[in-house]
């Protein structure tokens, strides 16, 4: 099993980015996936959650401006982030969730910095 993150970047507030993680994984879709990003005392929150089943979850601070979505065909994730704020700068992660126990699973992390 692989999680790949990427996307991350550097972008001024109110912009865009996308962020993919691409999953090597037999039976992807599965899977739950989600992506998480460090908080202040470097706990992970997480940011947007999509089941197998596409049902979605977001955090509260992050609703009407990201985006997560998945591609079966592609075993990939992604999360499209519109609106960027400073306090939105973190290193985020990619999540896997399969398997009748649960099994978690994380990519390595992208850092997203947004420039105010």
């Known amino acids: 099993v692989q999680l790949q993150a990427s996307g991350g970047g550097l972008v001024q507030t109110g912009g865009s980015l996308r962020l993919s993680c691409a999953v090597k994984v037999i039976n992807f879709g599965a899977t739950n996936m989600a992506w998480y990003r460090r908080g202040p005392r470097t706990q992970r929150g997480m940011v947007a959650h999509?089941?197998?089943?596409?049902?979605?979850h977001y955090a509260d601070s992050v609703k009407g401006r990201f985006t997560i979505s998945r591609d079966n065909a592609k075993n990939t994730v992604l999360l499209q982030m519109n609106s960027l704020k400073p306090e939105d700068t973190t290193v985020y992660y990619c999540?896997?969730?399969?398997?009748?126990?649960?099994?978690?699973?994380w990519g390595q992390g992208t850092l997203v910095t947004v420039s105010s």
């Open positions: 999509i089941t197998s089943g596409l049902r979605l």
């Open positions: 999540y896997m969730e399969r398997g009748l126990r649960g099994y978690v699973y």
